[in-house]
């Protein structure tokens, strides 16, 4: 941990000079705000495009979701569980919040397909193993549905990413009149020979064992893994319990609480974040464990029973170190301009610049954008339940929103806000929001196309093209900035001083 220590007080004391492209300059006939609300709609549209362009992709099997539309430096043409799972929840909200039967026809076939394909995915033997070993932590499959030919590090959060994705399917799919018998014989039945039964099985008895982290490069105990899989396991036992299988609800409790036990272990209470990993080998790498899956894990995975919520003050305090120290380890965000937020990468020492390894690494559209949702989503959450708590860890963040109130607290100490208060603050963490948003407008293409990453040096995107989970971090971005205006307008008078966003569709990823 003291490394931890020195390590933040060198990047915040780091001052970098490299020439970089600058950010194109605003319009002279619009303000920065302006700008950003009429890119919104096109890049909520090109994103939409590009995570459909990549399901069922010709020469793939019905029910694929490639990774990117990238076959080499990068190599990602791959079916990557995780990244498939990310991708079927937004489907699986478009779906729900559909009305035309002609787009629920279309997108309820589409995930039927994904269904039937990850069903034979979970069956065929892999580098991990088959189903009944550890066949179901393969990280990713050849595009027929094929087991990948070389090895490959088991990752355990797929499938619980991929059981919230069919659970959430599963509701709305009965609630739209879909037949219960459908579920039984392909989702969830009496035998663990149907997708989310197998997964949560899985999820059950290898949660707390090592595998690869999200970012695939640290072998140890991971907080993304764990947050994720508790909340796919009591989703479990309540749709367990709506089919009639009581036992196995409890078996699914079981294990949930038990995770619950040992999800404070990641708390580094002396430095006030929630950490990466625990239990891990010595890894240069990874010194700090201060990492952006910190926070994707929470807009994932957040179950609404106040377990890590998103206004948990180590987790707010997780999210501003993660700003103090990307604003200075990149170039690209030392000298933005002063309407760009932060952008984000994965963790400080990444040695992974999209190409190749032991080269710094450099930001991440979907790391950047997951942060623009988490400052959405928590301003949410103090509008929901009208308060908002600054305690010992929490209060630089404030400090940040430069609404501090008098007498900021001590280490003692908390502030409660409440009241019509939370409306500064809820404003000035939405238009933070904004600023990370239109870093990513800054620093994207015109074209709309997502990366994988963007230049720590000259703000252009690089790596994989068309990465599909860079499509579907805006689209969920988007979502949930539309929640947070309704939820302001609501509470708050006068109206935001931000202008209210366009409706894109769907709203929060939350059931």
């Excluded at 970012?215 to 036992?237: C, K, M, P, S």
């Amino acid at each position: 941990m003291m490394k931890f220590i020195l390590y933040t007080l060198v990047v915040l004391l780091f001052i970098g000079y490299i020439t970089e492209a600058q950010p194109l300059p605003p319009s002279p006939s619009l303000g920065w705000q302006e700008e950003l609300k009429e890119w919104i709609p096109k890049q909520y549209k090109r994103s939409v495009e590009g995570i459909f362009d990549n399901i069922n992709r010709p020469g793939t099997a019905k029910g694929c979701i490639v990774a990117a539309d990238s076959k080499k430096q990068p190599d990602y043409y791959y079916n990557w569980i995780r990244d498939a799972a990310i991708t079927m929840q937004v489907v699986v909200t478009m779906y729900e919040r559909a009305t035309d039967p002609k787009e629920i026809d279309r997108l309820e076939t589409i995930i039927k397909e994904y269904i039937s394909f990850n069903h034979k995915l979970q069956h065929t033997p892999n580098y991990n193993g088959n189903f009944y070993t550890d066949g179901l932590g393969a990280a990713h499959f050849l595009v027929n549905g094929s087991a990948y030919p070389g090895g490959w590090c088991t990752e355990n959060d797929g499938p619980a990413l991929r059981a919230l994705a069919v659970i959430k399917f599963t509701y709305a799919y009965l609630q739209k009149g879909g037949n219960i018998s459908y579920i039984r014989d392909h989702v969830f039945g009496p035998t663990n020979n149907t997708l989310t039964r197998a997964d949560l099985d899985y999820i059950a008895r290898v949660w707390p064992n090592e595998n690869c982290g999200p970012w695939e490069e640290l072998y140890g105990i991971h907080f993304f893994d764990q947050y994720l899989q508790r909340t796919a396991l009591l989703r479990g036992v309540k749709l367990a319990k709506k089919l009639g299988y009581d036992d196995i609800a409890k078996h699914y409790q079981k294990s949930a609480d038990d995770i619950t036990q040992v999800l404070p272990s990641y708390i580094a209470k002396d430095f006030g974040i929630v950490l990466e990993s625990v239990n891990t080998t010595h890894d240069t790498n990874h010194e700090t464990f201060l990492d952006t899956s910190t926070i994707l894990a929470i807009i994932h995975g957040y179950n609404h029973d106040d377990v890590f919520a998103p206004t948990n003050e180590y987790v707010i305090g997780t999210a501003n170190m993660l700003r103090l120290v990307f604003q200075d380890i990149y170039p690209v965000n030392m000298r933005k301009e002063q309407d760009e937020g932060t952008l984000f990468g994965r963790f400080p020492d990444d040695i992974y610049d999209g190409y190749t390894s032991d080269v710094p690494g450099n930001p991440w559209i979907l790391c950047t954008l997951g942060m623009a949702q988490y400052y959405y989503e928590l301003a949410t959450e103090w509008l929901k339940h009208e308060k908002i708590v600054i305690g010992k860890w929490s209060k630089d963040f404030f400090k940040h929103l430069m609404v501090m109130p008098s007498g900021p607290p001590t280490i003692e100490s908390t502030t409660t806000i409440t009241g019509k208060a939370i409306c500064s603050y809820a404003s000035a963490l939405m238009e933070e929001g904004d600023r990370v948003l239109n870093a990513i407008r800054r620093h994207t293409v015109p074209s709309g196309m997502f990366t994988e990453e963007i230049d720590r040096y000259t703000g252009f995107e690089q790596g994989a093209i068309n990465l599909t989970w860079s499509y579907d971090a805006f689209v969920t971005a988007i979502w949930s900035r539309e929640d947070v205006h309704k939820w302001f307008a609501n509470y708050c008078e006068p109206p935001s001083p931000i202008s209210p966003p366009p409706m894109m569709g769907p709203g929060s990823l939350s059931p």
